[in-house]
């Protein structure tokens, strides 16, 4: 479990946490965790996530568990530079969908003596690096990689592999859509959706043929 640090002595720059993994693995359930410690010791707090995030509540960041926190939306990365002030502790919920300049704002804010805590999904469905999630977990000071359990093994899941065809890159979801795999059940379900495609476009081909 991610202990927080003691009071920063060079008062001037604070510091960037990341929070990673797949779907369901309890992301948003440590930056809550966090996030409530900090307002215990009485520091200003504030939570940010993307407009486009409204599955749960449009004013809150809510976890798989349904524990949530007051969040503000923003439609793009600059607007946390005035947002942000005044506060101590900033989070940022779902970063995998912030624009790219969520790496240089978060950079600043840490420079301006506040801590930024971030979370979000570390690959996509397809089990690539997703967004600037590389790049900020690259800059932080910490990093936390967290997981759920696959749904297929029982073992330590990574992966969120997407059970609907759709292949938009970003596409919100549940459980309806999505499911925590381990490697070896993400490989499989990876290579059986591919020989699927490739049977889809062969019976296509013969019904036009025909």
Not at 9 to 16: Q, R
Not at 71 to 98: C, H, M, P, W
Not at 143 to 148: G, R
Request: hydrophobic share 40%.
């Amino acid at each position: 479990m991610f202990l927080e640090q003691g009071p920063n002595n060079d008062a001037d720059y604070g510091w960037i946490e990341v929070i990673c993994g797949s779907m369901f693995s309890g992301k948003t359930e440590e930056l809550i965790r966090r996030l409530k410690r900090a307002e215990l010791a009485q520091q200003k707090v504030a939570v940010f996530k993307p407009a486009m995030d409204q599955r749960y509540a449009k004013n809150n960041v809510v976890s798989h568990d349904s524990n949530e926190f007051e969040a503000l939306a923003v439609k793009n990365s600059r607007e946390l530079l005035t947002r942000a002030e005044g506060y101590e502790v900033i989070g940022l919920d779902e970063a995998q969908f912030f624009d790219h300049e969520i790496v240089a704002v978060s950079n600043a804010l840490a420079n301006r003596g506040i801590r930024v805590i971030i979370a979000g999904l570390d690959m996509d469905f397809k089990g690539v690096p997703f967004g600037s999630m590389p790049e900020l977990m690259a800059t932080a000071e910490y990093v936390t990689k967290v997981h759920a359990i696959c749904g297929k093994t029982g073992r330590l899941a990574q992966y969120s592999y997407r059970l609907d065809p759709n292949d938009d890159l970003v596409m919100l979801g549940e459980t309806q859509e999505y499911q925590a795999l381990s490697r070896a059940a993400f490989v499989e379900a990876m290579q059986e959706r591919k020989n699927k495609s490739v049977q889809n476009n062969s019976d296509t081909s013969d019904s036009a043929s025909a």
